[in-house]
T-cell receptor, first 111, second 117 residues
């Protein structure tokens, strides 16, 4: 089955700086890679996703890159703001077994 | 609001109690999931229902019993739980394309915070 590794587990950045979270996956058949944001007391919320036929996708301050050869994908947040503080999860699926999640990254935005 | 509603939001139960968690989705999806979220662990998939049929049971103990009466509702019946079962239980839904493939975009509810005492 799929195995997803996520790093770092905690990331602290100054407000206005960029944050990068990285994930690797094991199953070369995986073709869909979503990112979720989870705020305290809430369920995970889908913020951006990418499919294997695309190398990069951007939505305002958030971007995701995918390297299929190396089997890794990353979340990039630019111009970070206090409301970006949350736990972020990456996930991967090839469609047969549902989503496999990473362990999460606690992103802290320092004022 | 994601279109997936879970009740109750918080639940404290004794090890001999029987309780049920409820999930309802208003997105017209045909697949629903139960996940367990414990501290410092990845989200663990517990059960999948696609077209109201259970398609996965990832070695979950029998003290957890799912029920899916229709494509919009999902229950998780709990009995004789252990303290280590304390966690956030999340429900999600997606649209499965059929032919055994799982859906991609999954939408989560807010979860039920369960404490077993």
């Amino acid at each position: 089955g799929e195995n997803v590794e996520q790093h770092p587990s905690t990331l602290s950045v100054q407000e206005g700086d960029s944050a990068v979270i990285k994930c690797t996956y094991s199953d070369s058949a995986s073709n869909y890679f979503p990112w979720y944001k989870q705020e305290l007391g809430k369920g995970p919320q889908l913020i951006i996703d990418i499919r294997s036929n695309v190398g990069e996708k951007k939505d305002q301050r958030i971007a995701v890159t995918l390297n299929k050869t190396a089997k890794h994908f990353s979340l990039h947040i630019t111009e970070t703001q206090p409301e970006d503080s949350a736990v972020y999860f990456c996930a991967a699926t090839g469609g047969a077994d549902g989503l496999t999640f990473g362990k999460g990254t606690h992103l802290i935005i320092q004022p | 609001e994601t279109g997936v509603t879970q009740t109750p939001r918080h639940l404290v139960m004794g090890m001999t109690n029987k309780k049920s968690l409820k999930c309802e989705q208003h997105l017209g999806h045909n697949a629903m999931y139960w996940y367990k979220q414990s501290a410092k662990k990845p989200l663990e998939l517990m059960f999948v229902y696609s077209l109201e049929e259970r398609v996965e049971n990832n070695s979950v103990p029998s003290r957890f019993s799912p029920e899916c009466p229709n494509s919009s509702h999902l229950f998780l019946h709990l009995h004789t739980l252990q303290p280590e079962d304390s966690a956030l239980y999340l429900c999600a839904s997606s649209q499965d394309p059929g032919q055994g493939a799982r859906g991609t975009e999954a939408f989560f509810g807010q979860g039920t915070r369960l404490t077993v005492v």
